[in-house]
């Protein structure tokens, strides 16, 4: 069954660094997210992607976070320069496409994030 | 509370019983998802319902939908201890046009031990 896969598992950084987390969506979904949980949090909405272009984005989403589709397959999100409060477990998900009334998202296994 | 409260926080059952997990939300919404997560991994999307949808079952799993009461309930049927897990829902408030375009809102979750 198709799976949304995520690079690295764990990536540990420290405190002003870049960082890209991967993502490969499921090979035929159209729309993309990027999602995060702090420990013991919620998970929250960080960014939706289509089309190339970011379609919405939360407050969260600042302008130290970005993202990219840079070929047919990978979907990247970039933190520019990581702050303490960055740590957390970010999840990639992926739907097919937005119906009306219909989004099932499928997430990836997550990244966890440790900024020192 | 916020969008996508779940109750309980924590419910603690044998196996063999039934679990019935309550989410309620305050906005309109396209659909309500409800989500899987084992400790420290990925969310594993279980089952979609429409607002236009009451009730919807996958296997062993039934969810209902009550749009003016503003509220969803998730219950699993006979109960093993692999269901152990955090379970969570997430709304889709989709944009003015009705479609749907990503930006799930998470609830707090309810943590599920099923005890052999």
Redesign the interface.
Known sequence: EPEVTQTPSHQVTQMGQEVILRCVPISNHLYFYWYRQILGQKVEFLVSFYNNEISEKSEIFDDQFSVERPDGSNFTLKIRSTKLEDSAMYFCASSERPYRGDNEQFFGPGTRLTVL | SQQGEEDPQALSIQEGENATMNCSYKTSI??L?W?RQNS??????LI?I???EREKHSGRLRVTLDTSKKSSSLLITASRAADTASY?C?T?R?NAG????????????TILTVHP
């Open positions: 396209n659909n998802q989500y420290g991994r990925g969310l594993v999307h979609l429409r607002s236009n969570f997430a889709d989709g009705g479609t749907s375009y990503g930006k799930l809102t998470f609830g707090q979750g």
